[in-house]
């Protein structure tokens, strides 16, 4: 992980999203530290490190030679990271040889697959990622920003409701909303923007929170409007766009 060797730390707490999106990517997020006594967490909330990168797929180690094995690629790596797949939800980190590392009585080298099902049933209909110019959505949602600040990091992901075709749920990480925090609520369609009559607008809402319109360009790309429903307008560096990564039905 390319952690210091006189950095204190007793165990390590992963969060790892693969992303098979044609594009083979990954997220990463590992929290190491000292163990706060009596508890599960650590000193001092301990120290996170977020990496990406990308993976491919390898079949067979000494002792199972039908095993899928990940390789984890990044330039915020020191070396690569192994994980041999015991079964789809499980697994388990290896050595460059591909042999699998022993814990101990406290600790185990195991990721377990954990779900976020959202509520009634919902079914993942797409995550879409983009980065777009700051002013703008900081004004609209009354966040506090540095006079410097040039961007905002995306990340939406979109639940299909199973009684209907037009709405479900929603989560958006962006600004103070992060990962572990993301901002939730229900989208419903509505018909129309500022321009056409005929585009077919999502609006994400939540609450007292100010609606956020994204008009849909195909299964893959949507676009954010303003309050009035007309279509921002990016500078030389961001667009107003967001990316599926993952793949379309």
């Not at 919902?122 to 980065?131: A, N, P």
């Not at 600004?175 to 609520?185: E, S, T, V």
Request: aromatic residues 12%; contains cysteine; hydrophobic residues 35%.
């Amino acid at each position: 992980m390319g952690i210091s060797a006189s950095v204190p730390c007793e165990f390590m707490k992963w969060k790892l999203e693969i992303l098979e999106n044609g594009q083979d990517s990954f997220y990463l997020s590992v929290k190491y530290g000292m163990t706060e006594p009596n508890t599960n967490g650590f000193q001092n909330g301990g120290t996170e490190k977020k990496v990406t990168g990308k993976f491919s797929i390898e079949k067979g180690k000494a002792s199972d030679a039908g095993s899928r094995i990940y390789y984890f690629r990044s330039p915020e790596l020191a070396a690569q990271l192994v994980l041999v797949e015991i079964n789809k939800g499980v697994l388990h980190f290896a050595d460059k040889s591909n042999t699998l590392l022993i814990g101990n009585g406290g600790w185990g080298y195991v990721l377990n697959q954990v779900k976020a099902q959202p509520a009634g049933g919902q079914e993942l209909i797409g995550v879409f990622d983009g980065r777009t110019p700051c002013k703008y959505f900081a004004n609209l949602l009354q966040e506090k920003v540095s006079a410097d600040c040039i961007k905002i990091k995306w990340r939406l992901k979109l639940y299909s409701e199973p009684s209907a075709t037009n709405g479900g749920s929603y989560e958006l990480v962006g600004f103070a909303r992060q990962r572990n925090d993301p901002r939730k609520g229900i989208w419903r369609i509505v018909k129309g923007s500022a321009s056409n009559p005929g585009a077919i607008v999502y609006a994400l809402e939540s609450g007292r929170e100010p609606t956020i319109y994204l008009q849909k360009l195909d299964n893959n790309i949507f676009y954010f409007l303003d309050k009035d429903r007309n279509m921002l307008i990016g500078n030389e560096e961001f667009s107003y766009t967001l990316n599926r990564i993952n793949k379309s039905d």
